[in-house]
């Protein structure tokens, strides 16, 4: 499985960038997917998670509401949509998916479940 992500760029603080995430399978619907960041001198953290099945969502501390994940199984797609953006939130942003598991949008954003394949990472960058 290859992943693509892309749309990262330059903003000023309180824009928006929308993410995509092309993944190279015909049936997106059975996978997991996810996006993680991180920033410099910083350890990797999860973002948002989607599920396979029934498209419920987990989301990392403090970024929902603002951060809104989603997924086009039709295009084999997934979309990250950033509101509200903040310098804290400049990072590379990585998507990743893993074949489908039982609550696995919550194992795999909390580290319980590893991703099997990872996208190459698409920066933002949030000026103040």
């Known amino acids: 499985v290859q992943l693509q992500a892309s749309g990262g760029g330059l903003v000023q603080a309180g824009g928006s960038l929308r993410l995509s995430c092309e993944v190279s399978?015909?049936?997106?619907?059975?996978?997991?997917i996810g996006w993680f960041r991180q920033a410099p001198g910083k350890e990797r953290e999860a973002v948002s998670c989607?599920?396979?099945?029934?498209?419920?969502?987990y989301y990392g501390n403090s970024l929902k509401g603002r951060f809104t994940i989603s997924r086009d199984n039709a295009k084999s797609t997934a979309y990250l949509q950033m509101n509200s953006l903040k310098p804290e939130d400049t990072a590379v942003y990585y998507c990743?998916?893993?074949?489908?598991?039982?609550?696995?949008?919550?194992?795999?954003?909390?580290?319980?479940?590893?991703?099997?394949?990872w996208g190459q990472g698409t920066l933002v960058t949030v000026s103040s």
């Open positions: 990743a998916t893993r074949w489908r598991d039982y609550m696995g949008h919550y194992y795999m954003c909390t580290g319980r479940l590893p991703a099997t394949s």
């Open positions: 989607i599920s396979s099945s029934d498209g419920s969502t």
């Open positions: 399978v015909f049936n997106l619907e059975d996978y997991t």
